[in-house]
Every structure is written in structure tokens, then in C-alpha cells.
């Protein structure tokens, strides 16, 4: 029975938030990108397009672009070499 009551009384005691309670009671930024990435109205689409609308976002796209296209000259390189039986090592 008192292991009960102590129980109940332990139980009552809030959280303790160390760490968390930062990112917890941090300010919501939804409102200033909903409205970033709504300018423009009902034109958005290729001219316009949602992920080149932030800051570092034209950055970010040119660096994945470059990735991208590089890895297509390297395998389409393979493919040429592979095809006419060049650039083996002996």
C-alpha cells in the first residue's frame, strides 16, 4: 500500500528537460517558407519551380546537376570503350 502511494506521488512530478527543452520551445519557421514557396500564386511550375526558391538552393542543384552529369560521361565512356575494345589493362 505505501509502495503504491509513493508510486503515485512520483509519478505526478513533471520532466525535467535538458537538452530537448531547446528544441522543444524552438520557433516554428513553417509560416516564412509556406510563404516563400507560395509567392508567385498559381504560375509555379517549370519557370518557377519550389526547390530553387531558397537561399542556397541554386547551389546545391548546380553541385547534384554536376554529379550527376559527370557519372553520365564516365559510364557512357565505359560503354564506348567496352564496345569497341579499348582502354583494357593488359
Not at 504560375?43 to 542556397?56: H, S, W
Not at 557519372?71 to 582502354?87: C, D, E, P, V
Given at each position: ?17 535538458t537538452?530537448?527543452d ?6 516554428s519557421?513553417?509560416e ?19 526547390y ?32 569497341h575494345?579499348?582502354g583494357?589493362?593488359?
Amino acid at each position: 500500500m505505501f509502495v503504491s502511494r509513493s508510486a503515485r506521488l512520483v509519478a505526478r512530478v513533471g520532466q525535467r528537460r535538458t537538452f530537448v527543452d531547446g528544441l522543444v520551445s524552438k520557433n516554428s519557421k513553417v509560416e516564412e517558407m509556406r510563404k516563400i514557396h507560395n509567392a508567385g500564386g498559381v504560375t509555379q511550375g517549370a519557370p518557377n519551380p519550389t526547390y530553387l526558391k531558397q537561399n542556397g538552393d541554386m547551389a546545391s542543384f548546380a553541385v547534384g546537376m554536376g554529379l550527376i552529369t559527370f557519372a553520365l560521361l564516365k559510364l557512357s565512356n565505359g560503354y564506348w570503350n567496352m564496345a569497341h575494345g579499348t582502354g583494357k589493362l593488359d
